[in-house]
């Protein structure tokens, strides 16, 4: 865009509807492809017949049928809930921050995620049941996040750049001592681990929607109803202490609830960058720069990028399936730079 030239936002209604179509239909063709193509009017039929509707006699076999309900159903769900939930972690990031390169995994907290999650998986065993890797993985997202506050404070890091620096500093600390688990651990499943850390979606189950999709509704509602100081944050910490903002508390308490959903996504897919970087800026250029635009539809339009990203990593070499974390790497990689070009 030319230089004096102001940016007109999209009418919000039209980004929503046209980002609910998109998923929709994202949705369909990501459950419908891959090494056993499926028709997409047999995925439906498959749904509501599974919920209870009747659609008549099945023309569908049950190895179709466990396909598209049992692998890719969960599968792409997920994959909606860890794009939607990193890209509100990131535009939350960008705002209180005032960071266009804000972003949990280079601030360190996706690599905190990761080494709660091997501690468990490798080292803890599974004592809480189901709820042990997100937990431990929650933990260790917390923990960076105070590790990185607490070093930027500490080298008095705490502009925009610096703190950015600080972050990957302390992943790569963080990412070493994940290896280290990971040497230590029992090499019969430090292969599951090692795939797990380059991000994945395939072990996706019903029984486990529910961890993810709770703390995305609840934390997501939570940062939503917060997008008026988001906005006051991104103008500076002096102008939102003069709207009785206590800067410091509300910034930490961003980074918690950031934390958390980063961990319980993190614990289900692996690590994946990059979303949250990318998606929160394309919002911007639809709707504006205000978090209560911004937040639901970078939920949306995250959701619909992660869907794609899905369904590269499935296709490109079929049928083997690439870790999804190499694809967002690829097209986060090249973001990153035409960002840093930009700014």
Not at 117 to 130: Q, V
Not at 141 to 156: C, K, M, N, Q
Not at 199 to 213: D, E, M, R, T
Not at 338 to 343: E, S
Request: aromatic share 10%; proline share 5%.
């Amino acid at each position: 865009m030319p230089r004096g030239q102001s940016h007109q936002p999209m009418p919000l209604w039209l980004v929503t509807f046209g980002c609910l179509i998109a998923l929709g239909l994202s949705l369909s063709f990501a459950i419908s492809v891959g090494a056993v193509a499926v028709p997409i009017a047999t995925v439906w039929d498959v749904f509501f017949h599974k919920i209870g509707f009747d659609v008549g006699e099945p023309t569908w076999s049950k190895g179709r049928a466990a396909i598209v309900w049992e692998i890719r159903f969960p599968r792409a769900l997920l994959a909606v809930m860890v794009g939607a939930g990193l890209a509100i972690v990131g535009a939350s990031l960008q705002a209180v921050t005032r960071n266009p390169l804000a972003d949990p995994h280079l601030l360190g907290i996706s690599s905190g995620g990761a080494f709660g999650a091997i501690l468990a998986l490798l080292h803890t065993g599974l004592f809480l049941g189901l709820l042990t890797v997100p937990l431990l993985a929650f933990f260790g997202a917390l923990a960076a996040t105070i590790l990185v506050l607490t070093v930027s404070h500490f080298t008095a890091s705490t502009t925009a750049d610096r703190l950015v620096l600080t972050g990957v500093a302390v992943s790569f600390i963080i990412m070493a001592g994940a290896n280290i688990l990971i040497f230590l651990g029992d090499p019969r499943a430090t292969h599951t681990v090692v795939f797990w850390m380059l991000g994945g979606l395939g072990l996706a189950q019903w029984s486990h929607l529910i961890y993810p999709l709770v703390i995305l509704m609840l934390c997501g509602a939570w940062l939503w109803l917060q997008a008026p100081k988001l906005n006051a944050m991104t103008v500076g910490d002096e102008t939102a202490s003069t709207l009785g903002i206590p800067v410091a508390r509300f910034r930490l308490a961003v980074f918690v609830f950031g934390a958390l959903i980063t961990g319980v996504m993190v614990a289900f897919s692996g690590l994946i960058g990059f979303v949250g970087l990318m998606v929160p800026h394309i919002v911007r250029l639809l709707v504006g720069g205000g978090n209560t635009r911004v937040l639901p539809v970078s939920a949306l339009i995250g959701g619909i990028f992660l869907l794609w990203a899905d369904i590269a990593a499935r296709t490109v070499i079929a049928p083997e399936d690439m870790p999804i974390g190499i694809v967002t790497g690829l097209i986060g990689g090249l973001f990153f730079i035409v960002l840093l070009r930009c700014k």
